[in-house]
């Protein structure tokens, strides 16, 4: 697994996090929610996109 891949979720994460405190403070608790939910989306994505290439490698490995 590659540290990039760590780095990119957390700076995802860090900005999420401050944009949701943001919209927090400015009473715009929907806005918020969906920046969340958009944050979740993306690293889920970047994850199954992750998981898709593991079993590809294990397909190969094994000559499936």
Partial sequence: MNV?????????????????QLLQRSGREEQAMLVTL???????????????????VIRELFSL
Avoid: H
Wanted: glycine share 8%.
């Fill in 38 to 56: 958009a944050g979740v989306v993306i690293v889920l994505l970047m994850v199954v996109n992750l998981i898709s290439d593991f079993f590809g």
């Fill in 4 to 20: 990039d891949f760590i780095f990119k979720i957390a700076a995802i994460g860090i900005v999420v996090a401050v944009l949701n």
